[in-house]
């Protein structure tokens, strides 16, 4: 698997028809560019945040007015965040504009749906973090969304056990944003590009 994603990453020989902008617009690729500036800018913020509902909002405070370069970092964060979302679903319809979700890349349609939702959760858990009123708000009118669901009432248990934006509600959104959820997106990626290289006999769709 190893070997073939390295492939991927650096082939022997590239069509010219496939170097073309046009051909896929990177819009893949993009998205995972965004994702890469997503961890490292979400990494320098865990310096300064602390997942305490007394103290997160303070703490975003002291990174825009007494950090250095802080309030910079977590626009980047937060624009970084719009481009992955809005580039994911840019990509998804360009495939099944141009068809390329169909056999044999049943799998690899598969994985980019899970990513795409993948994507939509990442940013709903980390909509909370801040906790200003609209973070509360926002994910309480999300959380009263996901009661409509089909278990939605043992999902939002799960969530928020102690209501949105109480301390272990807070937590488990922090983790989930932080760690589960980022480690999920990574994995179900790199078994995206392995696909695209394991079926490499249906281009021109890459």
């Known amino acids: ?17 496939d170097l073309t902008f046009t051909y896929t617009f990177c819009l893949g690729g993009l998205a995972f560019t965004s994702f890469l500036v997503l961890a490292a800018t979400g990494a320098l913020l865990l310096f300064y945040y602390q997942p305490t ?10 990174l825009e007015s007494s950090v250095y370069g802080g309030k910079y ?3 980047l964060h937060r624009l970084a965040s719009h481009f992955f979302l809005v580039l994911i679903v840019l990509h998804t319809l360009r495939v099944i ?18 990513l795409l939702m993948l994507a939509v959760f990442e940013g709903y858990t980390g909509y909370l973090l801040p906790m200003d009123q609209l973070a509360l708000w926002a994910t309480q009118t999300g959380m009263e969304l996901v009661n409509t669901l ?3 009432a043992a999902l939002r248990t799960v969530l928020v056990p102690d209501g949105v934006g109480e301390p ?4 488990r959104f922090y983790v989930l944003h932080i760690l589960v959820v980022p480690g999920a997106v990574l994995l179900l990626s790199s078994l995206h590009f392995y696909r695209v ?9 890459l």
């Open 1 to 17: 698997m190893i070997k073939d994603f390295a492939r991927h990453l650096f082939p022997r020989a590239v069509l010219q028809r």
């Open 53 to 62: 509902p007394a103290a997160a909002y303070p703490s975003i405070l002291l």
């Open 73 to 75: 970092l977590r626009s």
């Open 97 to 114: 504009l141009t068809g390329a979700c169909a056999k044999p890349r049943e799998l690899n349609w598969l994985t980019g749906c899970a």
């Open 150 to 152: 089909p278990f939605g």
């Open 168 to 171: 272990m509600s807070l937590l």
């Open 197 to 205: 290289r394991k079926n490499k006999g249906v281009l021109p769709y």
